[in-house]
């Protein structure tokens, strides 16, 4: 892209570089599908030089993505900038991709016309029946979703793809749809609320909290431990799982809640292990292969814990080796560009150890410790 179209193409002169994806309305994006078909048709029958047209997708890896720092806030997030990688149905390993683009293309067509939304896995199935020959799993389905955001340059929503959530929340927070019932979510049993998948529904919620800490954990087992001990009525709080690796939605309602309820600090509780560290910069930055979207998911998340100040709280026994998979997510998150100098150093001195903890490993001081050690920390500012 020339430099005057990457000029064009921003809203400000510093963002020159940014590219990102938009939420755009069925129409718009049916739209752009049939912009993509004509193009393809018009290479295909020039009576020139008839050719196979490639695919440009803006490139998703680590060369390609920066750090955006907010003009009006704290937030920072992962972007990616103009450059492309290819799709082409005449090299021999690009093949296969190039035809699940359109593929996937076809299908979101067929469902934005319907007025449906899908998960990632419905698609899967129904992809998997149509075209075994190119979806064999669900990896495929997921990275051709993301080259045709790439390509169109709008939203996974706006493609009428639903996120599959697995998060829950649960404390100071009452939710309320237009014209449904509201749901005070400090009277819930320790599960907490299910956080739907359809950001659209997630988007149109009225929040209402007198809460001033939000928490992140981890897992569900830590979420349903603080539930269980009703942390927010002793801390006013409103706490928040994805059971794992944070999932779109999770992030949404997060972010939301974070432009909601501006002045409330965010802090994260996670095992101290490379995967724990990777699961807090998702939330605070977003992530490289959603980089298009990432902007619209990042908060300022502080990392409460487990951290290497806490370790003299937990028994020798309770340590474990750093297994194989630690260390590749060690190398890739010292390899980034946006990992910042007190995380860096958290992570060399696990590498230096050779040890990871849980967070489960302060239950040797008591089932209830876990809360007081929350409040502790937060009291005394003791976060990154």
Not at 183 to 207: F, M, Q, R, V, Y
Not at 271 to 279: E, F, R, S, T, V
Not at 344 to 367: N, P, V
């Given at each position: ?240 799982t994805a059971k794992g690796y944070p999932d779109i939605a999770t992030r949404f309602i997060l972010h939301r809640l974070s ?126």
């Amino acid at each position: 892209m020339a430099e005057t179209d990457v000029a064009a193409a921003s809203l400000f002169g510093a963002d020159r570089r940014l590219c990102s994806a938009d939420v755009l309305s069925p129409p718009e994006v049916r739209a752009r599908i049939e912009v993509a078909v004509l193009n393809f048709l018009a290479a295909l029958s020039s009576p020139s030089s008839p050719s196979i047209s490639i695919l440009p997708l803006i490139a998703r890896k680590s060369a390609n993505c920066s750090l955006r720092s907010g003009l009006l806030s704290d937030v920072s997030s992962v972007y990616l900038s103009y450059a492309f990688c290819k799709r082409s149905l005449t090299r021999e390993n690009d093949a296969k991709s190039f035809v699940r683009v359109w593929k996937v293309m076809e299908m979101c067509y067929k469902i934005l016309g319907e007025g449906k939304l899908v998960t990632q896995r419905e698609l899967f199935y129904k992809l998997l029946s149509d075209s075994p020959k190119y979806f064999s799993c669900q990896r495929h389905v997921n990275q051709s979703i993301q080259d045709v955001v790439s390509l169109l340059r709008c939203t996974r929503q706006s493609l009428g793809i639903m996120a599959s959530s697995r998060g829950a929340l649960i404390g100071r927070l009452v939710l309320h749809e237009p014209e449904e019932e509201r749901i005070d979510c400090s009277i819930l049993g320790p599960s907490g609320h299910a956080i739907t998948g359809d950001l659209n529904e997630l988007g149109k919620l009225n929040l209402h909290s007198d809460a001033r800490y939000l928490i992140v954990v981890e897992k569900d087992a830590i979420f349903q431990r603080l539930a269980e001990d009703r942390l927010y009525n002793q801390l006013p709080c409103i706490i928040i799982t994805a059971k794992g690796y944070p999932d779109i939605a999770t992030r949404f309602i997060l972010h939301r809640l974070s432009q909601t309820f501006q002045n409330m600090p965010i802090f994260a509780l996670v095992d101290w292990n490379p995967a724990g560290l990777a699961i807090l910069c998702t939330y605070k930055y977003g992530s490289i292969s959603m980089g298009l979207e990432s902007y619209r998911y990042a908060c300022n998340v502080k990392w409460l814990g487990l951290r290497g100040d806490d370790l003299q709280l937990i028994p020798q026994s309770a340590f474990q080796e750093l297994k194989p998979r630690d260390l590749q997510i060690a190398k890739s998150l010292l390899s980034s560009k946006f990992l910042q100098e007190k995380h860096r150093a958290e992570l060399t001195l696990m590498l230096d150890t050779g040890k990871r903890a849980e967070i489960e490993a302060l239950y040797c001081h008591g089932f209830d410790f876990l809360g007081k050690y929350i409040a502790k920390k937060i009291v005394q500012g003791d976060y990154i």
